[in-house]
């Protein structure tokens, strides 16, 4: 927390002619994994978007090559409707750095992980793609406690 500083305060031996104010004093510049946290927090919402625009591509019906979503199965289809909405969520709450955001994001990238280890009919995923997501919410965690120990 910044310390209050009281600015006038003895001029001329009088204090209350309205030269008494109290000011912050100045915070020193933001360097470390902070910045660190926030970058990685920007670059991973920029990915979730795409991974939302995809989904309501899948939608729509734009994606070339793929199947009409309307012939899905049922459970699909809910599972694309739900990534299309919660990873925009989360692009939004990651990009704007707030603890709301990283609890969707979480959200998001965990049920996305156990549906396809449980259920990979419904959401089919690669290997490395698994990894890949697996990493990406570990270095957030490891982002985050460092980020959280420099600050005290």
């Known amino acids: 927390m910044r310390s209050l500083t009281k600015v006038g305060a003895g001029r001329g031996g009088r204090t209350g002619e309205g030269d008494d104010r109290i000011e912050r004093s100045p ?3 933001q ?3 902070d910045v660190v946290l926030v970058w990685f927090m920007r670059l991973t919402a920029l990915i979730w978007l795409a991974k939302a625009v ?15 979503f309307a012939t899905e199965p ?8 739900y990534f299309a909405v919660i ?3 989360a692009a939004v709450g990651l990009w ?5 955001g ?3 994001w979480l959200l998001a990238a965990t049920s996305a992980l156990t549906l396809a280890l449980l259920t990979p009919h419904l959401l089919p995923m690669s290997v490395p793609h698994l990894v890949l997501q697996a990493s990406i919410v570990t270095i957030y965690f490891v982002l985050s406690w460092l980020a959280a120990r420099e600050i005290r």
């Open 31 to 33: 360097t470390g994994w």
């Open 74 to 81: 049922v459970p699909r289809q809910t599972v694309i409707v």
């Open 54 to 68: 995809a989904n309501w591509a899948s939608i729509v019906d734009v994606l070339p090559g793929a199947a009409p």
């Open 87 to 89: 990873d925009a969520m």
């Open 27 to 29: 915070r020193p510049p």
């Open 96 to 100: 704007l750095t707030s603890a709301w």
């Open 102 to 104: 990283g609890v969707v």
